[in-house]
């Protein structure tokens, strides 16, 4: 074949592509500069593994705490309410406690419940579904649905960060998903022959087609400017997570979803939990630095997790699987500064099971609370199709 | 029922080509699993025996050189990093050998094998000491046992120290035992729930049976000589698992209790069911699992009689590639199609193979023995093939084929030798119009139909 030719009929190939709603939102990205979901950006954390939520805000008010937790609870943090104490790992959260940027939700969970495992309680924490629903009718992830209830979205909206996938964001509506740092150096002839082979699977053309375009877009190097340098050490791979949330959220983006992991502290927990604490800590920090105080006062972050620990520690100064837990939120548009839900205390009688710190509200409606109050999403959709079966109750005024 | 060597290859073995005389149907595969474990012998792997003295070593001088001073600490920290070195060491040698084994097998049938029950008995190392412990764990309980009864398979992972110390048994002991009376030290439920959720019977248990087979766990230990059983750990009394009462706090015990849950018929359909998810479809033929948890079940969990069952299963041999290989799978199969053989990866530098095949690993989303939990990789095209690992599997197949083999092969020949019969027309039409060798050796490596099975 004469290679104009060729080139022509690849051309052919890469418009047909272009009719892909994926790859027309990436390629429509730099002109279209209407934002469909405002100003307001949502990140979401899950934290994988089961966070122990008495380790993050400790009830250190209640002398029943020391007795339950002998060797976990020795370490003093910072007061918060008189009653709780934040974990001292988190200290250098407090300007933002302070500021009415961070607040906590305790005793929360998914519906999830009894059988305490890590995987089923991922599922339905991203999945978004109650316990009603028969197993695998759900597919997609709640964040997704939402953005399925938006009409116009492009790919970039909503990006899923990180080689751990977020299945909280997958489903029908465009999502991109990438993780910092990766390149791909084709010449032009390998990326059209390359588009031409995945042209009639699906999965690998989605895919394909958005690394493709997503290392031609992504310029790195932008940093919105701001100037906190890259970093080495155990943080290094935090930091490139959250410079790259950041430096999308501070263009078109306006969901980000990624996740942190090693949570599940069985075993000397107080040394355990310290670098996955650090880590959160690190993304709040650096992220609210990154964005800027005008991005950031528009900035929401939800962290949250499968399930919480038990009240007691265990045998080797650690906590098993439990059922209720904590939520962290963070950002400028947060009315912080407090601690929510209702605390159910921890006289044994009190305790799931006798065992697990009672939940007394639903992780689902906090996150329907603030996607409504963001994107003034209808109470009936978010209560039927974002989180089927879900009663959100009285609304909590997360935003500032 | 057709059974064709490219389908054998991609979906029994680790692709194409199939060395000379391999087998590539049923009777002969089966005949080759029956007989001897020819790549054990051929490429020895590790024993935890041998690594006891090292790891008791690094143990013995990190406790030195925390109480010593000047002199002393310093060769004591000497000494460490040295055992440390060994260790790791080791890891890197046992990772090599996994890989020399898959390409010179005959079939790769067993290879395979090897690979589902290792991640159904996921062990991760908790530090650089332990990094050769999973290593070890497969060679010695899981190996042997491919074509044997589960039960013995299970009993054997679950005494081993590797999983002993990654789910924490080894921190867990009876609240009312000596040991837990005089140290105030008690239960851990990790193990106990893992077995039930992952390695057994999947559902259909409680939290009562969590917590009861956490206590009748509790004996099970790592003494000087191995593992062992520790009355002075072991909460007394009886325990009720799934109904049936265990009593008796001795090792035969935990071994019945091993048993029935070997032998539990939700156990021969969870597992079933994921070995038909592992080798033919993430949404697998009802049939197909209906005939293993049969075999299963008939055998009383015999493991050839269920290898047996799922190689002469018609579903078994469909020609649809409705999984994506997994980038450990994607490699060896490229090495294989380059032309790489078990010598050649035996014979890499470690830098080499780090750059070449550990680090690609981590970029394609699978980092070598690091899967993110006890339930091991996910199975699912859809996790494998996302944006940023295809730019992980795009670059691998675009630059390491030209570090590895030189001269690199002919495209023409290699699309034919590396996908047999699963060559499609796109390929064939793309690969002749690429501008260099290294780019269409790239899309054949980076095709569609290469990173399916």
């Given at each position: 074949?004469?290679?104009?030719?060729?080139?022509?009929?690849?051309?052919?190939?890469?418009?047909?592509?272009?009719?892909?709603?994926?790859?027309?939102?990436?390629?429509?990205?730099?002109?279209?500069?209407?934002?469909?979901?405002?100003?307001?950006?949502?990140?979401?954390?899950?934290?994988?593994?089961?966070?122990?939520?008495?380790?993050?805000?400790?009830?250190?008010?209640?002398?029943?705490?020391?007795?339950?937790?002998?060797?976990?609870?020795?370490?003093?943090?910072?007061?918060?309410?008189?009653?709780?104490?934040?974990?001292?790992?988190?200290?250098?959260?407090?300007?933002?406690?302070?500021?009415?940027?961070?607040?906590?939700?305790?005793?929360?969970?998914?519906?999830?419940?009894?059988?305490?495992?890590?995987?089923?309680?991922?599922?339905?924490?991203?999945?978004?579904?109650?316990?009603?629903?028969?197993?695998?009718?759900?597919?997609?992830?709640?964040?997704?649905?939402?953005?399925?209830?938006?009409?116009?979205?492009?790919?970039?909206?909503?990006?899923?960060?990180?080689?751990?996938?977020?299945?909280?964001?997958?489903?029908?509506?465009?999502?991109?998903?990438?993780?910092?740092?990766?390149?791909?150096?084709?010449?032009?002839?390998?990326?059209?022959?390359?588009?031409?082979?995945?042209?009639?699977?699906?999965?690998?053309?989605?895919?394909?087609?958005?690394?493709?375009?997503?290392?031609?877009?992504?310029?790195?190097?932008?940093?919105?400017g701001r100037t906190s340098p890259p970093t080495g050490?155990?943080?290094?791979?935090?930091?490139?997570?959250?410079?790259?949330?950041?430096?999308?959220?501070?263009?078109?983006?306006?969901?980000?979803?990624?996740?942190?992991?090693?949570?599940?502290?069985?075993?000397?927990?107080?040394?355990?939990?310290?670098?996955?604490?650090?880590?959160?800590?690190?993304?709040?920090?650096?992220?609210?630095?990154?964005?800027?105080?005008?991005?950031?006062?528009?900035?929401?972050?939800?962290?949250?997790?499968?399930?919480?620990?038990?009240?007691?520690?265990?045998?080797?100064?650690?906590?098993?699987?439990?059922?209720?837990?904590?939520?962290?939120?963070?950002?400028?548009?947060?009315?912080?500064?407090?601690?929510?839900?209702?605390?159910?205390?921890?006289?044994?009688?009190?305790?799931?099971?006798?065992?697990?710190?009672?939940?007394?509200?639903?992780?689902?409606?906090?996150?329907?609370?603030?996607?409504?109050?963001?994107?003034?999403?209808?109470?009936?959709?978010?209560?039927s199709n974002i989180f089927p079966g879900l009663t959100?109750?009285?609304?909590?005024?997360?935003?500032? | 029922?057709?059974?064709?060597?490219?389908?054998?290859?991609?979906?029994?073995?680790?692709?194409?080509?199939?060395?000379?005389?391999?087998?590539?149907?049923?009777?002969?595969?089966?005949?080759?699993?029956?007989?001897?474990?020819?790549?054990?012998?051929?490429?020895?792997?590790?024993?935890?025996?041998?690594?006891?003295?090292?790891?008791?070593?690094?143990?013995?001088?990190?406790?030195?050189?925390?109480?010593?001073?000047?002199?002393?600490?310093?060769?004591?920290?000497?000494?460490?990093?040295?055992?440390?070195?060994?260790?790791?060491?080791?890891?890197?040698?046992?990772?090599?050998?996994?890989?020399?084994?898959?390409?010179?097998?005959?079939?790769?049938?067993?290879?395979?094998?090897?690979?589902?029950?290792?991640?159904?008995?996921?062990?991760?190392?908790?530090?650089?000491?332990?990094?050769?412990?999973?290593?070890?764990?497969?060679?010695?309980?899981?190996?042997?046992?491919?074509?044997?009864?589960?039960?013995?398979?299970?009993?054997?992972?679950?005494?081993?120290?590797?999983?002993?110390?990654?789910?924490?048994?080894?921190?867990?002991?009876?609240?009312?035992?000596?040991?837990?009376?005089?140290?105030?030290?008690?239960?851990?439920?990790?193990?106990?729930?893992?077995?039930?959720?992952?390695?057994?019977?999947?559902?259909?248990?409680?939290?009562?049976?969590?917590?009861?087979?956490?206590?009748?766990?509790?004996?099970?230990?790592?003494?000087?000589?191995?593992?062992?059983?520790?009355?002075?750990?072991?909460?007394?009394?009886?325990?009720?698992?799934?109904?049936?009462?265990?009593?008796?706090?001795?090792?035969?015990?935990?071994?019945?209790?091993?048993?029935?849950?070997?032998?539990?018929?939700?156990?021969?359909?969870?597992?079933?069911?994921?070995?038909?998810?592992?080798?033919?479809?993430?949404?697998?033929?009802?049939?197909?699992?209906?005939?293993?948890?049969?075999?299963?079940?008939?055998?009383?969990?015999?493991?050839?009689?269920?290898?047996?069952?799922?190689?002469?299963?018609?579903?078994?041999?469909?020609?649809?590639?409705?999984?994506?290989?997994?980038?450990?799978?994607?490699?060896?199969?490229?090495?294989?199609?380059?032309?790489?053989?078990?010598?050649d990866v035996m014979r890499m530098a470690d830098d080499?193979?780090?750059?070449?095949?550990?680090?690609?690993?981590?970029?394609?989303?699978?980092?070598?023995?690091?899967?993110?939990?006890?339930?091991?990789?996910?199975?699912?095209?859809?996790?494998?093939?996302?944006?940023?690992?295809?730019?992980?599997?795009?670059?691998?197949?675009?630059?390491?084929?030209?570090?590895?083999?030189?001269?690199?092969?002919?495209?023409?020949?290699?699309?034919?030798?590396?996908?047999?019969?699963?060559?499609?027309?796109?390929?064939?039409?793309?690969?002749?119009?690429?501008?260099?060798?290294?780019?269409?050796?790239?899309?054949?490596?980076?095709?569609?139909?290469?990173?399916?099975?």
């Amino acid at each position: 074949m004469d290679r104009r030719l060729f080139l022509k009929s690849l051309t052919g190939t890469a418009c047909s592509l272009a009719a892909h709603p994926m790859m027309t939102t990436v390629t429509l990205a730099a002109s279209d500069g209407s934002a469909p979901l405002g100003d307001h950006r949502l990140v979401v954390v899950i934290l994988r593994g089961a966070m122990d939520g008495l380790d993050l805000v400790r009830p250190t008010g209640d002398p029943l705490f020391a007795r339950y937790r002998p060797t976990l609870s020795t370490t003093q943090g910072p007061d918060l309410t008189g009653y709780f104490s934040l974990n001292p790992t988190l200290e250098g959260l407090m300007p933002l406690w302070q500021a009415g940027q961070l607040g906590f939700v305790q005793a929360t969970s998914t519906p999830y419940r009894d059988q305490r495992s890590h995987f089923d309680g991922q599922d339905i924490l991203e999945a978004g579904t109650g316990l009603d629903l028969p197993d695998g009718t759900v597919r997609d992830g709640w964040l997704n649905r939402m953005l399925q209830a938006v009409p116009g979205l492009r790919a970039q909206t909503a990006f899923a960060i990180g080689t751990s996938s977020a299945p909280l964001l997958q489903g029908p509506a465009p999502v991109s998903n990438w993780q910092p740092d990766l390149r791909l150096d084709l010449s032009a002839q390998s990326r059209l022959l390359l588009d031409h082979i995945y042209h009639d699977d699906t999965l690998f053309r989605e895919a394909a087609t958005e690394a493709l375009s997503l290392t031609e877009n992504i310029d790195l190097s932008r940093t919105n400017g701001r100037t906190s340098p890259p970093t080495g050490g155990p943080l290094a791979d935090t930091d490139r997570l959250t410079d790259f949330a950041a430096d999308r959220l501070g263009q078109d983006t306006r969901i980000a979803a990624f996740s942190l992991s090693g949570w599940d502290t069985h075993r000397n927990q107080q040394g355990g939990i310290t670098p996955p604490l650090r880590r959160l800590e690190r993304v709040v920090l650096r992220l609210a630095d990154r964005l800027g105080p005008q991005i950031w006062d528009k900035t929401l972050l939800l962290a949250m997790t499968e399930f919480g620990r038990t009240v007691a520690e265990n045998g080797s100064k650690g906590t098993d699987h439990g059922t209720g837990g904590a939520m962290l939120m963070a950002g400028g548009a947060l009315r912080g500064g407090r601690i929510m839900g209702q605390w159910p205390g921890l006289d044994e009688a009190a305790l799931y099971q006798r065992r697990d710190l009672m939940p007394t509200s639903d992780v689902r409606a906090w996150a329907a609370h603030a996607m409504r109050g963001m994107y003034g999403f209808d109470r009936a959709l978010l209560e039927s199709n974002i989180f089927p079966g879900l009663t959100m109750g009285d609304d909590p005024g997360l935003l500032a | 029922m057709t059974q064709d060597s490219t389908t054998a290859a991609f979906r029994f073995g680790y692709g194409l080509p199939l060395p000379a005389n391999a087998p590539s149907e049923p009777a002969s595969m089966l005949a080759v699993l029956r007989g001897a474990d020819t790549m054990a012998t051929k490429y020895p792997g590790p024993q935890l025996a041998d690594l006891t003295e090292t790891l008791l070593r690094a143990d013995t001088m990190l406790r030195t050189s925390r109480r010593a001073t000047g002199e002393a600490a310093k060769t004591a920290r000497q000494d460490y990093r040295q055992a440390i070195a060994r260790l790791e060491g080791v890891t890197l040698l046992a990772a090599k050998t996994t890989i020399a084994r898959a390409l010179d097998a005959p079939d790769g049938f067993r290879e395979r094998l090897v690979q589902f029950w290792a991640d159904h008995f996921t062990t991760v190392a908790r530090s650089r000491r332990d990094s050769p412990l999973p290593a070890t764990l497969v060679e010695e309980a899981i190996r042997p046992y491919v074509t044997d009864r589960f039960a013995d398979m299970l009993k054997a992972v679950i005494q081993h120290p590797a999983m002993l110390g990654y789910l924490d048994q080894s921190a867990s002991f009876g609240p009312n035992s000596r040991i837990g009376q005089r140290r105030t030290k008690g239960l851990n439920e990790n193990l106990a729930r893992e077995l039930l959720e992952l390695h057994t019977v999947g559902s259909g248990y409680g939290q009562d049976d969590v917590t009861q087979m956490a206590e009748l766990l509790t004996g099970l230990t790592v003494g000087k000589k191995g593992p062992t059983f520790d009355p002075r750990r072991a909460e007394p009394g009886p325990e009720t698992v799934l109904g049936k009462i265990y009593d008796g706090d001795k090792l035969e015990t935990v071994l019945k209790a091993l048993e029935d849950l070997a032998e539990h018929p939700a156990t021969a359909a969870h597992v079933a069911r994921k070995l038909a998810v592992h080798f033919v479809a993430d949404q697998p033929n009802e049939g197909l699992v209906q005939a293993l948890t049969d075999a299963w079940r008939n055998s009383g969990g015999d493991l050839l009689a269920v290898a047996e069952s799922l190689l002469t299963q018609p579903a078994s041999w469909s020609r649809l590639q409705e999984k994506a290989r997994q980038p450990f799978d994607f490699t060896i199969a490229a090495l294989r199609a380059l032309g790489l053989d078990g010598a050649d990866v035996m014979r890499m530098a470690d830098d080499a193979f780090r750059q070449m095949i550990l680090h690609p690993l981590a970029a394609m989303g699978q980092p070598w023995q690091r899967p993110p939990g006890p339930d091991g990789w996910p199975e699912a095209a859809e996790v494998w093939i996302t944006p940023e690992a295809m730019a992980a599997r795009i670059t691998w197949a675009m630059d390491m084929p030209s570090r590895l083999v030189n001269p690199l092969p002919d495209p023409a020949a290699l699309m034919t030798t590396a996908l047999g019969t699963h060559l499609g027309e796109r390929l064939a039409w793309a690969v002749p119009r690429s501008e260099t060798i290294r780019e269409a050796v790239g899309l054949v490596l980076a095709s569609p139909e290469f990173n399916r099975r």
